[in-house]
C-alpha cells in the first residue's frame, strides 16, 4: 500500500465521502495495441467500470458531492448537462440509490426519441428541464428550481456543471493512491497517464494526487472542447482550490498542465473518421469499448502522440476510460459503417 507523507491528508479524504463501491476499479494491460502501435506499453484504468449507471468517472466525484448534500439533509439533486450528459445521469442513478429526488436541467432540444443516457434519465424518473445554449440563464433556471423546491418544503442541493469543484478533486487523487498501489502489486512503474479533460476535474485531481504521493508521471489531458489555456487555467484553480480546502500547502500554476487542444477538430461530440478509427482499433485489438465524445478522442491523441515518438519504447502509459459508453448507440448510423 501506498506510504507517503501526506498519508493523513489521504484517509480525511476517504473519511469525507459516500462509498458508491466499485473501487478500485481495474488496471488492464493492452498488449495487443501496444503491438499493433509498436509504442510503449499500454493500459488501461477502467473507470468505465464504476458502480452508477451504466460507469464512468463522475462517480468518484459524486461521492463527496452527495456526502455533501446528505450533510445538509438534501432531498432533491439538481443537476445540469448536455442532453446526453454521463455527469446528469449519474447523479439521477446516485439520487435514486440513495433516496433522493433527482432534478436534470439539460441543455439542448428534446429529441422526438430517448436514447442514450436520455432513457437511463427516463428510467430512473428523473424530472427533467429542457433549456436552449449555455448560459447565465441555466444556473438561474437551477436556482429557481432550488428556490420553489424550498417552498415547498423540500431541500434541494444544486450540482456544479460536470462535478468539477475543488471539493470534488479528491476523488481523482484517490484514483491516483489507487493506480500507484496497482501498480506496486504488479511490481512496476508508470511514467505517463492520458485522458479525457472536460471541466478539467479528473485531470486536476491526478495532478494533485501526483503531487501528495511525489509521482513523477507526466499527466496528459486531451481537450474535447476547451481551448489549451482555458483548460490550464481551469485545472490549476481547481487544484490550488482543492488544496486549500484540504490545508496542504502546494499549488501550481497554468504552465504546469499540460493539454493538447488540437484534437478537438470539428468541436465537441462531432465524431470524425480519427475517432471513429480510434474506437474500432481499440475495439478489435482488446474488446474495449470508448465513447465517441471523450476517450474517443482521448485515444486519436494516443495514438498520434505514439507516432509522433512522443514516448520512450519502454514506457508504461496508462490511459484512464472515463466512461460514456451510452453515446455510442448515439452514433450508430456511423459507427454502423466502420
Do not use: W
Amino acid at each position: 500500500m501506498v506510504r507517503s507523507s501526506k498519508l493523513l491528508v489521504l484517509e480525511r479524504m476517504h473519511r469525507r465521502k459516500i462509498s458508491f463501491a466499485g473501487f478500485p476499479t481495474p488496471l488492464q494491460k493492452m498488449p495487443n495495441l501496444s503491438r499493433v502501435l509498436g509504442g510503449p506499453s499500454l493500459f488501461v484504468k477502467r473507470d468505465d467500470m464504476t458502480d452508477l449507471a451504466f460507469g464512468g468517472n463522475k462517480a468518484r466525484k459524486l461521492e463527496f458531492l452527495f456526502a455533501d448534500a446528505k450533510d445538509q439533509g438534501a432531498d432533491v439533486l439538481i443537476a445540469t448537462g448536455a442532453v446526453q450528459s454521463n455527469c446528469a445521469c449519474m447523479v439521477a442513478s446516485a439520487a435514486r440509490r440513495l433516496g433522493m429526488k433527482p432534478v436534470l436541467v439539460l441543455v439542448g432540444k428534446e429529441p422526438d426519441v430517448y436514447d442514450g443516457n436520455l432513457l437511463l434519465d427516463k428510467l430512473l424518473s428523473a424530472e427533467i428541464k429542457f433549456v436552449d445554449g449555455y448560459g447565465p440563464h441555466v444556473e438561474d433556471l437551477m436556482n429557481n428550481l432550488a428556490e420553489e423546491f424550498n417552498a415547498k418544503g423540500n431541500k434541494p442541493y444544486i450540482i456544479p456543471m460536470g462535478a468539477s469543484v475543488p471539493l470534488t478533486v479528491p476523488g481523482y487523487v484517490l484514483a491516483m493512491e489507487e493506480l500507484v498501489n496497482q501498480f506496486h502489486e504488479i511490481g512496476e512503474n508508470f511514467d505517463s497517464i492520458v485522458c479525457a479533460c472536460g471541466t478539467g476535474g479528473t485531470q486536476a485531481g491526478l495532478i494533485l494526487g501526483a503531487k501528495l504521493l511525489d509521482v513523477e508521471a507526466k499527466i496528459l489531458g486531451v481537450n474535447v472542447f476547451a481551448s489549451k489555456a482555458d483548460a490550464s487555467r481551469t485545472i490549476a484553480q481547481l487544484v490550488n482550490g482543492s488544496a486549500e480546502f484540504l490545508d496542504v500547502d502546494l499549488s501550481i500554476v497554468p504552465e504546469e498542465v499540460t493539454v493538447f487542444d488540437e484534437y478537438i477538430k470539428e468541436g465537441y461530440g462531432v465524431l470524425n473518421k480519427e475517432v471513429t478509427e480510434a474506437i474500432k482499433l481499440v475495439s478489435e485489438t482488446e474488446g474495449i469499448f470508448l465513447d465517441p465524445v471523450y476517450t474517443g478522442k482521448a485515444m486519436v491523441a494516443l495514438i498520434d502522440l505514439i507516432k509522433k515518438g512522443y514516448f520512450k519504447e519502454d514506457d508504461n502509459v496508462v490511459f484512464f476510460h472515463t466512461g460514456g459508453l451510452p453515446a455510442l448507440f448515439l452514433y450508430r448510423n456511423e459507427l454502423g459503417k466502420a
